[in-house]
């Protein structure tokens, strides 16, 4: 019964390095979406994926980049991190919205990816 | 600009001793309003869904209630495995925000056997 899957669960990068994050989910859902959560911050949208093959920036869209690569996995890459995207990741999908009358399905979370840039 | 914002930020509560979480919000036409779980070092994990004002769901010790303005998530009795952060989301009647949640700050519940 794995729902939402994130990959790796913790990292630990150097300023200026790149790395993606991995995110599937086996649930069939049509929308995916990346939030980072901060202290003090709550969560908040970096990217989303309302179905497969389309993405659109969320809330905090700077200095990351996604690819929803197929309906089950979509993926987050920071190009070159910095000490500001110090945080924990967290994949989620839903049903989707297709529009006012489609039913309102909740989202659900993976257990999150922990990353630190130094 | 949709908003929501929950109080109080922590509650520590004796085991049996019920109480209650609020979220206040502002949004452009409510589509439904969603409170989840979050345990440390997990994802949140879903509770509710209330979509219009006076509804009210129940889960064990949890009972979720809406008006127009605010939910409230009444805790009966509660356990100290109760302890978790509470998160409160509501999503806006416009199609165009693809399903997006609009999250607040959680309250941290610690309750003490």
């Known amino acids: 019964n794995a729902g939402v899957t994130q990959t790796p669960k913790f990292q630990v990068l150097k300023t200026g390095q790149s790395m993606t994050l991995q995110c599937a989910q086996d649930?069939?859902?049509?929308?995916m979406y990346w939030y980072r959560q901060d202290p003090g911050m709550g969560l908040r949208l970096i990217y989303y994926?309302?179905?497969?093959?389309?993405?659109d920036k969320g809330e905090v869209p700077n200095g990351y980049n996604v690819s929803r690569l197929n309906k089950r996995e979509f993926s987050l890459r920071l190009e070159s991190a910095a000490p500001s995207q110090t945080s924990v990741y967290f994949c989620?999908?839903?049903?989707?919205?297709?529009?006012?009358?489609?039913?309102?399905?909740?989202?659900?979370f993976g257990d999150g990816t922990r990353l630190s840039i130094l | 600009e949709d908003q929501v914002t929950q109080s109080p930020e922590a509650l520590r509560l004796q085991e049996g001793e019920s109480s209650s979480l609020n979220c206040s919000y502002t949004?452009?036409?409510?589509?439904?309003l969603f409170w989840y779980r979050q345990d440390p070092g997990k994802g949140p994990e879903f509770l509710f869904t209330?979509?219009?004002a006076g509804e009210e769901k129940e889960k064990e010790r949890l009972k979720a209630t809406l008006t127009k303005k605010e939910s409230f998530l009444h805790i009966t009795a509660p356990k100290p495995e109760d302890s978790a952060t509470y998160l409160c989301?509501?999503?806006?009647?416009?199609?165009?925000?693809?399903?997006?949640?609009?999250f607040g700050q959680g309250t941290e519940l610690s309750v003490k056997p």
């Open positions: 649930m069939n859902h049509n929308s």
């Open positions: 209330l979509y219009s």
């Open positions: 994926s309302a179905s497969e093959g389309t993405t």
């Open positions: 989301a509501v999503r806006s009647m416009i199609y165009n925000q693809g399903g997006k949640l609009i």
């Open positions: 989620a999908s839903s049903e989707g919205d297709r529009g006012p009358s489609y039913s309102n399905q909740p989202q659900h």
């Open positions: 949004v452009s036409g409510l589509r439904g």
